[in-house]
């Protein structure tokens, strides 16, 4: 009989919304018998729902501080007895283990409990349920007679259920909830391997591998997507257990239709790329490269440089700042610049941004709430597999440049210089960014040869020189890998360019060195590139 009626319930959950109303409805409306453990059986004596006490159930007191209450046959052999095989029901019916036909448990909040700072190793251990995942497994396991509860967004789903099939539910409920309960146990120890793998230190004081031979993951669907990159493919965006408080992944959305798979992706880029700055900065992004970046004493000034880069690119793209957005900054782009928009995101809004915001009913605003730090580490995958990295971060300050030519860069050559290379590891590479106070005005992302990513980022930066009304000299190139010959600094220097910031670490450092000598162009390495592929 694939329909099976609720008479007999196991109660213990973490997560009490809503249980003693679920509860009540069971015994009410269809006579089932609850047995529940500690907090949940006082939360439906409250209530006034008749429960039987887990111990008084299994005639076995709980033990060790609560470590030993369910971990008993008359438990997991009420849940495992196989309802068709006569030898299972025989030996049940000789311990004397009747049948438990639902079993609805939430797990102790382990990645609640170690996001604190201060928690302990003991604190963290004693937060690891074993009771509960054990009966989540063993009902699963049983789903061909057994409703597994592990959600209390399920509740209403499964009295609806019974309701339409005279107080019993369906196997595919059944099978449904079979694959939620699995999936929720497999990240709850996810979960804690992670967080262990994280403590363990080596004889050094040192943990030892950031990587794992086995790497586990656990993502929570956020949402649908329309469709992915393509009409025609289809996507979904998931969230990282783990993800920072500040992330992406955590914004809350306060305007606007729908995310896309293509808008995710590049507001990630656009959010990644303004939080390299501790003082005010916009960017302003387009398919994965930042068409237009600035700092300035206020974010509305930075929006207003960023801007300046390159309006035409700015139509259609994505904008990202590091401080609340004001409501003269929304007026510039919405009212001065009548700038189409896919999503705007930053920490916040003030209430007078985000009613002028709301006349654009499209246009999606994300509030991260604040500003994290870049996380740890970040994957992609290939056909089969699966990359991970630690995040590319500019570590790299300006005390730790080598300069290598004779001439060494003027103050505002410098700060330029430190400006462009926090800019140009977010454009793809090969990858040349010229900067001139403080904004990038010029880009030239991706191509095969370094050359033509020279010449694209000085015309790029001529056109917003003229747009702006100033000569186009004294321009600063950040280039994210070395040059591999001096052709690439001879182009540079026909531009404009009078001071160029690279990693160095070419076989031909020397010859490029001496091209920057004859140019009078000051060049400093850095010591590290910054690909970004």
């Not at 080598?402 to 590479?429: C, I, M, N, Y």
Request: charged residues 25%; contains cysteine; aromatic residues 6%.
């Amino acid at each position: 009989m694939a329909e099976r009626k609720i008479q007999k319930a196991l109660v213990s959950v973490t997560d009490k919304s809503g249980v003693a109303q679920f509860c009540r409805a069971l015994h009410d409306t269809y006579g089932t018998q609850i047995i529940s453990t500690g907090g949940t059986a006082k939360v439906l004596e409250e209530a006034g729902v008749p429960v039987t006490e887990i111990s008084e159930y299994t005639g076995f007191p709980e033990m060790m501080g609560g470590r030993v209450k369910t971990l008993h046959p008359k438990v997991h052999g009420g849940l495992l007895a196989r309802r068709d095989s006569a030898e299972h029901m025989e030996e049940a019916a000789a311990h004397d283990i009747p049948m438990i036909d639902l079993v609805c448990v939430n797990l102790y909040e382990f990645e609640k409990t170690v996001a604190k700072p201060d928690v302990t190793f003991a604190d963290a251990v004693e937060h690891i349920d074993i009771g509960g995942p054990s009966m989540l497994r063993s009902a699963a396991k049983n789903a061909q007679s057994v409703t597994v509860v592990c959600d209390p967004a399920d509740y209403g789903r499964i009295l609806d259920d019974m309701a339409a099939h005279d107080g019993a539910t369906s196997l595919e409920l059944r099978r449904q909830l079979q694959v939620k309960a699995y999936t929720t146990t497999a990240a709850y120890d996810t979960a804690i391997s992670n967080w262990l793998a994280g403590q363990l230190i080596d004889a050094e004081g040192a943990v030892p591998t950031q990587f794992p031979e086995r790497l586990t993951l656990a993502y929570t669907k956020q949402q649908d997507l329309r469709y992915g990159e393509n009409p025609h493919q289809a996507a979904a965006f998931y969230r990282d257990a783990n993800a920072a408080p500040h992330s992406l992944a955590c914004a809350t959305q306060l305007n606007g239709k729908p995310l896309s798979y293509n808008n995710l992706l590049d507001t990630d880029a656009a959010w990644s790329a303004v939080r390299e700055f501790d003082e005010p900065a916009c960017i302003i992004l387009k398919h994965q490269n930042p068409c237009g970046s600035a700092v300035a004493a206020n974010v509305t000034e930075a929006y207003d440089k960023a801007y300046a880069c390159d309006p035409v690119s700015a139509f259609g793209g994505i904008i990202a700042c590091n401080r609340e957005v004001p409501l003269e900054l929304v007026e510039h782009f919405a009212d001065v610049n009548k700038q189409f928009v896919e999503v705007l995101i930053a920490p916040s809004f003030t209430p007078e941004a985000l009613e002028r915001l709301s006349r654009r009913k499209n246009l999606r605003v994300l509030a991260t709430g604040g500003v994290d730090a870049p996380a740890a580490q970040e994957m992609r995958t290939v056909d089969g597999g699966l990359l991970v990295q630690d995040v590319d971060h500019v570590t790299e300050k300006p005390a730790d440049y080598q300069v290598v030519t004779r001439r060494a860069p003027t103050a505002q050559e410098l700060h330029d210089l430190e400006f462009g290379w926090k800019v140009v590891k977010t454009v793809k590479s090969n990858a040349i960014l010229i900067a001139k106070d403080d904004a990038g005005i010029g880009m030239g992302p991706g191509q095969p040869n370094r050359v033509d990513s020279a010449i694209i980022a000085c015309d790029r930066a001529h056109k917003a020189c003229e747009r702006m009304g100033v000569a186009p000299e004294n321009l600063a190139a950040a280039s994210d890998a070395f040059f591999p010959f001096r052709d690439d600094v001879d182009e540079l220097a026909a531009r404009g360019v009078t001071a160029i910031i690279q990693p160095g670490g070419s076989v031909r450092d020397e010859e490029v060195i001496a091209a920057c000598d004859e140019h009078n162009i000051a060049m400093v390495f850095t010591g590290r590139r910054h690909f970004r592929h």
